[in-house]
Structures are given as structure tokens and as C-alpha cells.
């Protein structure tokens, strides 16, 4: 292996297949902000990826602000962070394309969210949600990414990245593309649905009831938490008693989450509390953090001008980053550029 050093960036990115939900808050969004702060930190609005799914065209547009709208009013800085969409840097798909023929097909077959989305469907759904992983790792590696902040649901496509990246290397004789590493870290890295504490929250879940969404009202907010599912135990003392209380266990690492805080710590508080005591805290808890962030979102969604604008300028800095990458590899392939 190569001891090639490569400049700390960050790439993450979000599909905008739907309304943020609280997972892509506290899993995604939230550590995306604080790292702006330690790295250079490029982030995406991934509508390439949105489209592996049906998705109505009328929506697309705004659904793609709206999920700016989300990083901005959660405290991303446009002059520190590159924020962008996707479909606005064409090297992400032309990069994708060269690692659909480096990426294995019993490499993809092994893809657990594939599964998990394609269901007993799986002759029906695109190809597109197929080679998703191939599209993600394009993503990153366009950047030279060292580090990929993420929930725990996308740790198999990192790894499928180091996988294609360590294939890339080996089959050109390079050290082109660095080995990036996943960050998953903190109280919320899979937030679970409120009526199956045994499936992950999703923007695209059946019912509105499993997921708070950040445009949610207070009312909202406090009405999914009171019929969130439970059991009738009340907290343990320790964190040991959580075990075997999967919808228990997700209200407590909710509650550390938004609270900056650990799931020992909140146990060590409300040791002994019941629903009755615990589901209303949470809920303040929940509208004290969201509700600043869906009125700032409200207001850019508002006049888009301002988030279109962020975006432009965003694919511009991205693109001055990925078209380079993209010619270098071009070259390596053996491409011929007149
Ligand atoms: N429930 C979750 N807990 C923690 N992190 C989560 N993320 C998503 N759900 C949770 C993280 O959010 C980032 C962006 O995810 P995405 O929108 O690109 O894809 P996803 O993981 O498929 O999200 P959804 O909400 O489940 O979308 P749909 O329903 O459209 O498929 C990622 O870092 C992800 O880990």
C-alpha cells in the first residue's frame, strides 16, 4: 500500500427524495456542520441518486433547495463549506461510469441497502439503484475525500469505495485515489422509526407518524413523540437495562443527540421515569432545537434566489476541485483527450 499523503477533505452528501427527516439531522447534517470547522468540507445535494427512484419532476427542483435550505439552516457556512448539487458537476456521473467497470458484480450483490430497497422487487426496480454505491464512490473520490462523515446505513458503501479505489489503484499501478474513511461517531449514527424501533427512520417511510421531519410545527413534533412507540417499563438505571427496548433505547439516543450529550448521561437524569414524564421532555427538547432551523428554512425557501445562488457558486468551486480528478483519471485509463 502506498504512504501517498492526501490533504484532509471531507465529502459527504443527502438525497433529496423527500422532506429531511430527524436522521439526516442528527446522523448527517449536524456533524457535517461541526466539521466544517476542522477540514475543508465539501458537501452535496445528491440528485443523481435521488432519480434512482421515481421522483416527480415538478418536485425535484424544490426538493433539492429544500435540502439546502436544511444545510444552511442548520449552520452551514457557504464561505467555509462548497455546497452544491449534484447534477451540476457532470464529472460525478462520468467518474461513475469508469467505476461500473472497475466495481465487481458480487461486490454490489453483497449491497445490503440494495436489499433493503429493492425488496422482493428486485427484477422492477433501475438499474441506477443497482449501481448506486459505484455513483457514491465516484462522489467521494472526485474530491480526493479522506473522510466521509455518515450514518451507519452508508458504512458498506464506504467500504465499497475503499474497495474500488484499492482495485483503481492496483489495476493501473497508481496511488491515485486515496483509501477514505468513514466517521461515524456519536449518540445518533442510526435513529430508528417511532412505530418500529427495529427499522431506521427514512424520509421515504410509509407512514408521516414514523419520522419527524424538519419542517415539522411544535404540535406536530410533540404529537409524534407522545404516540412514538414504548413499553410500559419505565427508564432503567443504567444503560445496560435499555437492552432487549429497541423503541426505548432510540428516545434516549434522540434525547442525547439533540442534547449534545450521552445515553449514560440522560439514563443518570431520568433514571426511574416513566413515558409520562420522559415522551413530554424530549418533545421541548426536540421543538427547542428544530423549530430555529425549520423557521430559518422556512425563510429561504421563502426566495430561492439565495439558495440557488449558493449552489451556483458551490458546483463552481466543486467543479475547479472534480474536473482536474476527472482528467487525471481520464489519462490513467488511457482515454484519448484531442
Ligand atoms: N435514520 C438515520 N439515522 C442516522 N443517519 C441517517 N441518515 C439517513 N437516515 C438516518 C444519514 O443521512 C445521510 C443522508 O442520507 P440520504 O438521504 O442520502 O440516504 P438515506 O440514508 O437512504 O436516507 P433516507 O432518509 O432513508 O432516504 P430514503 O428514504 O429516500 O432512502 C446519510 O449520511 C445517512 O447515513
Redesign the pocket.
Known sequence: MSDKKFTPRVF????P??G?????Y????KRFVQMQDEMETVYCV?DL??IT?WQDPKELANGTREVAAGYLAAGLDPTKSILFNQSQVAAHAELGWIFNCVARMGWMNRMT?FKD?AGANAEKVSLGLYAYPSLMAADILLYHATHV??????KQHVELTRDIAAKFNHDFKTDFFPMTEPIIDGP??????LRDGTK??????ESDMERVNMTDDADTIVKKFKKAKTDPEPLPDTLEGLKDRPEARNLVDIYAALNDSTPDAVIGEYAGAGWGRFKPALADLAVSKLAPIADEMARLMDDPTEIDKVLKNGADRARAIADPVLAQTYDIVGFLRS
Open positions: 459527504s452528501g443527502i438525497k427524495s423527500g429531511l427527516q430527524l436522521g439526516n442528527l446522523g448527517a447534517i445528491v441518486h435521488a427512484v441497502q430497497k462523515p455518515v450514518g451507519e446505513d452508508q445518533a449514527t442510526r435513529v430508528m422509526n431506521k427512520m427514512s424520509k421515504s417511510g
